[in-house]
Structures are given as structure tokens and as C-alpha cells.
């Protein structure tokens, strides 16, 4: 679906900058249990994002990176290209952690059993460093604390556990 749409700015700290999409379009790409879609702004950046409702329609949030990347400014005309993500976790999975969750049976079903955001919020960690060894080190850390806390994910002693495998890296 193509949709032309103008960028927005919420004027409250919360969310920033993003794209309104009317009543007619959201009805046509989510429903209540599926509003996660791929998003190609003006041809040029792809995003695996949310619809998030508001009042009868929705919206999709753009981040600055993208934002600078396109050289948008609020009240910009954009052409969106969307689809519904039917990806299993809607984030890539980085080949790197795939391959530490199919070692470690354990910690892939603790993830498994993870809210869908909390999910993707792991995937994020990995996808947003480039190197490979990096991915593999913090899909390491990532294991290692499903399985010490039991899947029972905490975002703070995860941070801690994945400084403490950066710091065991550099030592080697």
C-alpha cells in the first residue's frame, strides 16, 4: 500500500517526529492482534515498525537517524510504502544470534517465552552493532542471562552481564 502522509512532531517528550496514517489505512494493515508492518519512506529507508493507534487512525514514529538520513523536516511530504511484517519476531535475527540460541537450547526457550517486545527489544541490542563479534558477544550475554535469571528478563542486570562479557573481550 502507498500512502502519502506529512511528517509530524508531538509536541510532549514521550514521542517525537512521525507519520499520521488515517482510519481507512490502518483498518486496511492491522487489526488488534498484528499492527507491526514494514515501512519504506520515499524509497530510500526501510523500517520494521509498529502502528500505533491514536483516535481512529494511527502513526508511525521515525527516529532522527532516519529523520537526517532523508533531510525530513516537520511538514515534509513523504511517500510511505507499507505492508504487514509477517517476519517470526518482527526485527531481523542477526545470523550471530541465531547461532548462539541454536546452541544454547536453554536460553532460546526462555526467549521463546518472552513478550513479543521484549523480544524484539533483545534483537535490537544485537542488530544495532555491525560487527559480527560484537553480535556474537552480546547474544552470549544475552543467554547467559536468560539462563541465570530464568527468562525472567531484566533489562539492568542485562546491561551489566553485557559490559561484563565486553570487558572479558577485550581481555582476550
Known sequence: MTIETTLENFDWNMWGYHFP????????????????VVCTINGQVTQQCALMPIDDGSYILINKKN??????NEGDKVVLEIEKD????????PDSFRFVMDDDTEAFEHFERLTPG??????YIVNKVKSTDKQINKALAIAAHLREVNGKL???????????FNQRDQLL
Do not use: C, M
Request: glycine share 2%; charged share 35%.
Open 21 to 36: 496514517i488515517n482510519a481507512a489505512h490502518t483498518e486496511q494493515l492491522s487489526s488488534v492482534a498484528h499492527r507491526r
Open 67 to 72: 529523520r537526517e538520513k532523508l533531510e525530513l
Open 86 to 93: 509477517e517476519s517470526e519476531y518482527g526485527l531481523p535475527v
Open 118 to 123: 521484549k523480544q524484539r527489544s533483545l534483537l
Open 154 to 164: 531484566d533489562f539492568k542486570k542485562l546491561n551489566e552481564k553485557i559490559k561484563a
